[in-house]
């Protein structure tokens, strides 16, 4: 069944909001990540613990009215699952994307990657025409600014962390800017099979 959760009218300053599509960590994983020790995080911004979530897809700028077509996508792209997703948090926090922001990689969710990107560009294309692979990771922190030098980075890679977890839904959610940061809304939540 799929649970659309609508875009309360006082967020609809803007029609174009950007989206994404996520799975979120499970309760023991969130606990396992909250007493993660990054030591002083000088120079960076840290993600809240609830805005860790893994990207399975970046949709960017997205009309609002769109929301009921992705929903239906992701519905489809649910149905492609077998079932619930096992994946793999870790062995380790590393730096990624130009060394500007510390994540921790996660495996196995190709397949829903994959099946989320098919379902979803039909409604909204690629901009980067599918040359970019997915790459599993749940950022924990930021630099501000500009990069971090070397001897800043070096401490906070490296960090062991390692946690499994079974992904048993899709989240469409919308991203808005605010003075604290990127505030994140499931506007809608499809259950995988099973």
């Not at 609830?50 to 897809?57: D, S, V």
Request: with cysteine; net charge neutral; charged share 20%.
């Amino acid at each position: 069944m799929t649970a659309l959760v609508p875009i309360p009218v006082r967020q609809r300053a803007h029609l174009d909001v950007r989206m994404f599509v996520a799975a979120w960590p499970d309760d023991t994983t969130l606990k396992r990540l909250s007493l993660l020790e990054l030591g002083p995080a000088q120079g960076l911004t840290l993600v809240r613990p609830g805005q860790w979530h893994i990207t399975l897809r970046f949709l960017g700028d997205v009309d609002d009215h769109l929301v009921p077509a992705l929903v239906d996508a992701l519905g489809a792209a649910a149905g492609n699952l077998a079932g619930s997703v096992h994946c793999e948090v870790g062995p380790r926090t590393a730096w990624f994307n130009g060394e500007r922001v510390l994540q921790i990689p996660v495996a196995g969710l190709d397949e829903a990657a994959n099946a989320v990107r098919s379902a979803t560009v039909p409604v909204v294309p690629d901009t980067d025409h599918g040359d970019a692979p997915f790459t599993g990771h749940l950022t924990i922190a930021r630099s501000k600014g500009r990069r971090l030098n070397g001897s800043a980075r070096a401490p906070l890679a490296g960090i062991p962390f390692f946690a499994t977890l079974d992904v048993d839904c899709l989240d469409l959610v919308a991203s808005r800017s605010s003075t604290e940061g990127h505030r994140y809304t499931t506007l809608a939540r499809v259950p995988l099979p099973g």
